[in-house]
């Protein structure tokens, strides 16, 4: 059966008003989407453009999002929780969290790797950056639980300093592209 991207979204809403905790709710429909990985594949290929919007109103935005080869995008936080799952490739969440002496500024907590098919849920407090060493794009449908163009929320440099709300003209200004062979995770 095809992937219909509509039918996902209608889904995903439904999920989402359905009872006492939405989020599961939505990650089971996510979760039984990338299973059928090869189907979403044949209409949301893992090529073009690295973001395309299905869906947005003021409970939920859902987008399909590229990260190809050696990019590193930086820290940023989404004020609302999400339901990430990749189906094809691979990427990794860096976590981060804010200095207790200095509310502005971030360290590294911790990391999170993902393969296809997997569903990753962040909560609401998460700052995060992604990133893929692997020689393919990794393709993910994320699922977020609100407005995510209107939430005010901030962004970070690839040195963990100057805090600033979130654009997404300086998020993809601020991403850099890995040197693959020298370059370690922490
Ligand atoms: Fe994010």
């Known amino acids: 059966m095809e992937f219909d991207a509509d039918s996902f979204v209608s889904q995903c809403r439904a999920a989402n008003r359905s009872g006492t905790d939405p989020i599961n ?5 996510v979760d039984e989407a990338v299973s059928r990985a090869a189907e979403i594949l044949q209409v949301l290929p893992a ?5 395309i919007l ?10 399909r999002v590229l990260v190809f080869q050696g990019l590193q995008y930086p820290p940023h936080e989404h004020g609302m929780p999400v339901v990430l799952g990749i189906y094809a490739g691979c990427e990794t969440n860096l976590l981060y969290a804010r200095l207790k002496d200095d509310h502005h500024r971030v360290k590294q907590i911790g990391r999170i790797d993902v393969g ?12 995060h950056a992604v990133t893929n ?5 990794a393709a993910a449908l994320h699922v977020y639980f609100g407005n995510l163009s209107l939430q005010k929320r901030s962004l970070w440099t690839l040195d963990l300093d100057g805090e600033q709300q979130f654009d997404l003209q300086s998020y993809f200004a601020r ?5 693959l062979a020298t370059y ?3």
């Open 175 to 179: 991403a850099r592209l890995l040197e």
């Open 133 to 137: 060493s692997h020689p393919e794009p």
């Open 116 to 127: 296809a098919p997997q569903v990753t849920v962040l909560e609401d407090h998460v700052i």
């Open 54 to 63: 299905l869906y947005q109103s003021s409970d939920l935005t859902i987008y």
């Open 47 to 51: 090529s073009g453009e690295e973001e």
């Open 25 to 29: 709710a939505v990650r089971d429909v």
């Open 184 to 186: 370690r995770y922490k």
